[in-house]
């Protein structure tokens, strides 16, 4: 009984809201490093989820480039992948996003966004 009051308290913190209005740009961001061969993706939506939202761009921005855009590029480094959507039409649904190697076959726990569209 209290491993599963832990767990539901556990997955209400990984549960991201966001409240948006139809026609904003909006990007969600994580940290990231690509070069251990980890990436964030967006889990494909189930449903009508994805009517509501259109996904822009989907991109890493190494952390040196932010700091001097002129910067070369080094291999290695950390930054941020990026997710930019632009809101469709009202309605509220659950986007997932996970850190995963895309050739490894485990699952890891999603970070969940329930985004409304008002």
Do not use: C
């Not at 050739?103 to 890891?108: A, G, L, R, S, V």
Request: hydrophobic share 35%; net charge negative; aromatic share 12%.
């Amino acid at each position: 009984m209290l491993f599963l009051l832990f767990a539901l308290v556990m997955s209400a913190e990984a549960l991201h809201t966001l409240s948006k209005k139809v026609g904003d740009t909006f990007t969600i961001e994580f940290p990231s490093n690509p070069s251990t061969g980890y990436t964030w993706s967006l889990v494909e939506p189930e449903g009508n989820a994805g009517e509501i939202l259109e996904l822009v761009e989907d991109k890493f921005i190494s952390s040196v480039s932010n700091r001097d855009p002129n910067a070369p590029r080094k291999v290695g480094a950390p930054g941020t992948h990026q997710f930019t959507f632009r809101a469709l039409k009202s309605g509220t649904n659950d986007f997932e996003f996970i850190h995963h190697r895309p050739w490894e076959q485990k699952n890891p726990a999603p970070e969940v966004y329930r985004i409304t569209i008002d």
